[in-house]
């Protein structure tokens, strides 16, 4: 039986991931902020699959903590799926460095802070998998939201990173990348159907992600020609557009 | 409720009224209590299966993210669940298990607050009456905040007042209630078809002892076939009257309308052909069957979106009952102006209630009919019409399907409605759970 830890358990999609590998008979740790709120998934997650469930308290921006949190835990997972994110308020991050730093912390130093105490144990038993959940928004710095994308940016060539290091240990590091996802993340902000996952979508290319070892996954696949169109226009033009 | 977030416009099964609103889906209990304290008023929605306006308002709080099993017994047959959960997910997890809903509506595509907020009733309710009748306790988030569990024996009143009370009492937050034991998930069936109204409420009577009844009528026919009627009995099918077949059948696959059909699709020549081609289907005037449970109770549950045919300017289901006493002469009455008028659906289903407790439900000992017709510029004139002779013979409608009853109306069929109204005022000074209904209808 594996043993899968979500962190940033909170999320919709987090919630979608532990509910796919919960039927799969894994056992789940729940790991967020005020984690709590989470008791009735691990009741019907319980109830439904016969599993055992815990929720850990787990603050990601609290980067001084993850590595007593990683050694506390009794049995260490199998699969670990980084799902937290921060997309904060851009305009006033720009002016307010509080806002700023937090957007950074979270999506980045959060992210590599808890993933370095993941992977030192993973290398050590020369098994396990990581998950990273980054975004196209890390693809490239656009003005409507280049300091979340910088974070994001930046955890991807950790990802990418880590998965070249791990490899000749036996362990796989998956980059997924969704685009829009109709969640509360967005909630309010309207985004084109085509381009808008469900997080169950997003569960759901997780897992597949996981049981074929894939490297780096757009959810939706138009996201990847998307996202290698605006790659590739040159920086000249490109400095010019409204993104 | 927040105010940030644009207007989305919604409206429920019927397409009738359409209204702007705010929609949050929280995911987290606390986000409820949140929004009482801080936000807006609101009135909490689930599948949004009801015909009008009673989970609409300006602020609108989604269940269906609150959609979790908190505790099964499987001996005892008692499930708890949170109450954005559907009826239909209940089923899929409890049927492997032996199990079934003590009472179902219609269609399984309904949230177990909705069935508590309507006390929603089925084909079983000379039996077994009304959901409420079913619920162990269930936990009531209360205008002012406060989480109250209750009961038919503890907090009573406002147990009574919920159970049938369309979420104006409070949050429903979760429900435990007791499940019927089933040998398998297919029903035996048997279908009696009736020249003429008489014939048909005789029929009721004298299968009073079958679980389950419910007739289709056809309202349109005058003269001699009046009433023409085909009732439907059933039962669980015990494991050995499965013989070929899984004992728990699988869910059954859907079928869709794309989109709405223009108005001039249904008429009174479409209807009455259609209504003669479902009198004829059975040739014997008795037949039995063993179906799977989907196709006796959901049959229109396997055509998605079917509330599209009615078009885009929607329908009204009118749904009323009239007591036992006099119940023959009313019921009498009142189809033969439907059937005057000429506007009558193929949706038309009466069933006999058995006796019900509760202060606000709908359901009462005696007749309920049902029937759908498409809106037009004359409908709501005749139905007020048709609510006089409804209170005349001491009867009321259904609140899950009204969207245009006059609050004199409510207010003088319902026999606690005064008591209703106090109650909602002395325990939501602030108005805070409020929907178009109870605008409406005057009870905030």
């Known amino acids: ?243 | 409720m927040t105010k940030n977030l644009a207007g989305t416009s919604i409206t429920n099964w019927n397409n009738y009224p359409r209204k702007e609103a705010v929609i949050e889906s929280p995911l987290f209990e606390e986000d409820l209590t949140r929004f009482l304290i801080e936000g807006e008023p609101f009135i909490m929605r689930g599948n949004g299966r009801c015909y009008g306006d009673a989970s609409l308002y300006s602020g609108v709080v989604s269940s269906l993210k609150l959609n979790r099993i908190l505790q099964f017994d499987e001996n005892a047959g008692v499930i708890r669940c949170q109450t954005g959960m559907l009826l239909s997910q209940v089923i899929d997890f409890i049927l492997p298990k032996g199990w079934f809903l003590p009472v179902t509506p219609g269609t399984k595509f309904i949230t177990v607050g909705g069935a508590v907020a309507s006390d929603v009733h089925g084909k079983n309710h000379h039996k077994d009456g009304s959901f409420s009748n079913h619920i162990v306790s269930m936990r009531v988030l209360t205008p002012q905040g406060k989480i109250v569990v209750c009961s038919a024996h503890e907090n009573s009143e406002l147990f009574w007042f919920t159970c049938g009370g369309m979420g104006l009492t409070g949050i429903i937050l979760d429900v435990s209630f007791s499940l019927k034991k089933v040998e398998s998930g297919f029903i035996t069936g048997k279908q009696i078809k009736a020249r003429e109204l008489n014939e048909i409420l005789d029929l009721f009577d004298q299968f009073k002892a079958y679980t389950y009844s419910v007739a289709w009528i056809d309202c349109l026919k005058k003269g001699n076939s009046f009433g023409r009627s085909i009732l439907m009995l059933g039962e669980h099918a015990r494991k050995d009257e499965i013989k070929t077949r899984k004992i728990y059948p699988n869910t059954s696959g859907t079928l869709s309308v794309p989109f709405n059909f223009p108005s001039f699709v249904l008429n009174g020549y479409s209807l009455k052909a259609f209504n003669a081609l479902y009198y004829a289907k059975n040739l014997k005037r008795s037949v039995q069957t063993l179906t799977p449970y989907e196709k006796f109770f959901y049959p229109l549950d396997s055509i998605l979106n079917w509330n599209r045919i009615y078009g885009v300017n929607g329908f009204v289901q009118y749904q009323f009952v009239v007591p036992q006493k006099n119940g023959r002469e009313g019921i009498n009455t009142i189809l033969k102006r439907i059937s005057e008028q000429g506007w009558g659906s193929f949706l038309a289903v009466l069933k006999q209630f058995g006796s019900q407790e509760g202060l606000i439900s709908f359901n009462t000992e005696g007749y309920t009919l049902a029937l759908d017709i498409p809106i037009n510029a004359k409908l709501f004139s005749f139905l007020d019409e048709l609510d006089k002779i409804v209170k005349e013979y001491g009867g009321r409608i259904y609140l899950t399907k009204d969207a245009r009853m006059k609050p004199e109306i409510f207010h003088q069929t319902y026999p606690h409605a005064e008591d209703f109204t106090k109650f909602l005022a002395a325990t939501d000074p602030d108005k805070k759970l409020v929907s178009y209904l109870a605008k409406r209808l005057e009870l905030k």
């Open chain 1, 1 to 243: 039986m594996k043993n899968i830890l979500i962190l940033g358990a909170t999320s919709e999609v987090a919630i979608a991931v532990a509910d796919l590998w919960a039927a799969r008979s894994c056992n789940i740790m729940l790991a967020a902020r005020n984690v709590n709120r989470l008791e009735p998934v691990k009741k019907d997650l319980t109830i439904r699959n016969g599993i055992s469930v815990s929720l850990l308290e787990f603050d990601a921006e609290k980067t001084e903590s993850h590595q007593g949190f990683y050694n506390q835990l009794q049995v260490k997972p199998d699969v670990v799926v980084c799902v937290f994110g921060y997309l904060g308020d851009h305009d006033l991050a720009l002016s307010d460095w509080q806002e700023c730093a937090r957007i950074l912390t979270i999506n980045y130093l959060g992210a590599v802070s808890i993933l370095n105490a993941v992977a030192t144990d993973f290398e050590k038993n020369k098994r396990g998998v990581i998950v990273g959940v980054s975004s196209v928004a890390g693809d490239r710095g656009r003005q409507s939201n280049y300091l979340y994308g910088s974070a994001k940016s930046g955890f991807t060539a950790y990802l990418s990173g880590l998965r070249n290091r791990l490899f000749k240990s036996g362990i796989h590091v998956v980059t997924i990348k969704p685009g829009f996802i109709n969640t509360r993340m967005l909630a309010g902000l309207s985004t084109p159907a085509m381009l808008t996952a469900q997080p169950k979508q997003v569960a759901a290319k997780i897992l597949k992600a996981v049981n074929k070892k894939k490297n780096v996954v757009y959810v939706l696949p138009v996201w990847r020609w998307i996202m290698l169109i605006i790659k590739n226009i040159p920086e000249a033009i490109f400095k010019r557009l409204k993104l």
